[in-house]
């Protein structure tokens, strides 16, 4: 095939490095002929660097190289063109004009695609005198190493254009995923269950940005916490997402941005590339690894309360804790309470622990190496201290648990990131955004998820993750929390959730024979 690219910044020299090295011819253009010339230098340094990591051979790198065309005039007439991907910058008056110059110099038959990431691929094709000719590519930077490519019918989209694209990502050895028309498509739109939900954590002082960090990616197995995602990809650039899809869903509750945001953008806390975000960046910064040492005594006796302290009660005996078993704590026992979707609070109120030495524990997951301990504004410090020397206590031979120490919430911090993943995930596909299978592979692809979110939520179980979205939800009373549909029915008929159910469509041929 012979592909047009036309921007040859960072992304359209991405996809043109991408596309070349698949075999197709790529012409690669740009308003700037300077900046066409950087984008092939630069393919070329990174096709000789994939020949010295033994990623490709030098004829392979030489031939794909050769395949490149370097073009002066954009709108150069091209009978031979049969896909265009435009990637310049994100403004829609410019993508219509280089589409509309695009339609005067090539082929009726030339198929036209849009890189864009945030606008609308139905608005950008309205330009057109053919509507229907164009779609939305959205690419990932940097495009060889991020294997996910979003495919974007538009509105007036010709049925046979999606699925001619999605086998051209899929032969140049990429994933590709078919996603609705809509703000944020599929990758940045199920992203926001995990930052926005870490923000409404820091508002609420449950804990700071690097315990807040640290639980994701020890209790839930992310690659890398909210906080530190955001200040790697700008907080600007987040805030701007943020903000852009809870407007394009009308103030959809559970996409609800921060208020912490704004002030901080405009102070220039942007991250990695300000040198501050959330966290400092430079060779003065302070560790944020650094954790508060244990210095508890964890010999005092620990008594476990309600009828989920089961498991937590048998790892704290193997870990030699001094676990009491009688029906009620004794006078100087710590009270440690696992909680589902509630508080602590509540349990001391409908249990009637003792206040002062009662505490949470997140059992998600009991297993891991972080164990999450929650106090209320009654608990006693030294209590805490003791309570989180005891959790802290392992199995002999192995080395001891790292515990977070956070404030009473309702589920605790793990609990609530990963409720939120799940609950975006599946209002996505309850709006048939995407498919269950596309909703999975594009988290795990584009954001590195150690599972996709659908599949996380079948590990915990349908029916334990509505307890908890229905816990969260009457205690905290807000709507964001709300389980959706298509987590219920799945619950209540015993379905995984990512299988994508029987429609009305598909029974549309039944009969009464049944």
């Not at 899929?170 to 199920?190: K, M, S, W």
Request: charge should be negative; include cysteine.
């Amino acid at each position: 095939m012979r592909i047009r690219i036309v921007g040859a910044g960072a992304m359209g020299r991405g996809i043109a490095q991408w596309a070349a090295a698949a075999g197709h011819t790529v012409e690669l253009c740009d308003v700037r002929t300077e900046a066409v010339t950087a984008a092939v230098d630069f393919v070329r340094s990174m096709l000789e660097r994939a020949v010295q990591k033994g990623r490709t051979s030098s004829g392979e790198a030489a031939a794909a190289l050769e395949r490149l065309v370097p073009l002066d005039d954009p709108w150069a007439p091209g009978p031979e063109v049969e896909l265009v991907i435009e990637a310049v910058r994100e403004d829609l008056d410019t993508k219509a004009e280089v589409f509309g110059k695009l339609e005067e110099a090539l082929p009726d038959s030339t198929v036209f695609a849009t890189n864009t990431s945030s606008l609308s691929v139905t608005r950008i094709a309205l330009s057109l005198r053919d509507p229907a000719r164009l779609a939305g590519l959205h690419f990932f930077n940097p495009v060889p190493l991020m294997k996910i490519v979003e495919v974007v019918p538009g509105a007036a989209t010709r049925p046979e254009i999606p699925p001619a694209l999605a086998a051209l990502v899929e032969g140049c050895g990429h994933r590709a995923v078919t996603v609705a028309d809509t703000p944020g498509f599929l990758v940045n739109h199920a992203g926001r269950g995990l930052v926005t939900e870490a923000l409404a954590l820091l508002e609420e002082s449950v804990a700071g940005p690097a315990d807040i960090d640290r639980i994701a990616r020890d209790v839930l197995g992310l690659r890398m916490g909210p906080f530190e995602l955001t200040d790697l990809t700008g907080l600007d650039v987040t805030a701007a997402v943020i903000d852009s899809i809870w407007q394009g869903f009308r103030h959809e509750d559970r996409l609800r941005p921060s208020y912490l945001t704004p002030n901080r953008v405009t102070a220039g806390l942007h991250g990695r590339k300000t040198g501050q975000g959330w966290f400092a960046y430079g060779p003065e910064a302070p560790d944020a690894a650094t954790e508060p040492p244990v210095t508890g005594d964890s010999g005092r006796p620990v008594f476990v309360a309600g009828a989920a302290g089961e498991e937590l009660r048998d790892a704290l005996t193997a870990a030699g804790a001094a676990v009491e078993s009688g029906p009620e704590p004794s006078e100087r026992a710590v009270v440690l309470v696992p909680v589902w979707g509630a508080t602590v609070a509540a349990a001391v109120s409908s249990l009637g622990l003792p206040a002062a030495r009662t505490f949470g524990v997140d059992p998600l997951p009991a297993e891991g190496r972080r164990r999450v301990l929650a106090v209320t504004p009654a608990a006693d410090p030294a209590a805490a201290r003791d309570a989180r020397a005891v959790l802290a206590r392992a199995p002999e031979g192995e080395e001891p648990r790292t515990v977070s120490v956070v404030r009473d919430t309702a589920g605790s911090v793990a609990q609530r990131l990963l409720a939120s993943v799940v609950a975006v995930a599946t209002s996505i596909a309850e709006r048939s955004l995407a498919t269950p299978a596309d909703i999975d592979l594009a988290v795990t692809t584009g954001l590195g998820y150690p599972v996709g979110p659908l599949a996380w939520g079948d590990r915990i179980g349908a029916g334990r993750l509505l307890d908890l979205q229905r816990a969260l939800h009457a205690t905290t009373g807000d709507p964001r929390y709300r389980p959706t549909r298509w987590l219920t029915e799945r619950a209540q008929l015993g379905l995984s959730l990512t299988d994508p159910g029987t429609t009305p469509a598909d029974c549309a041929g039944l009969t009464g024979d049944r």
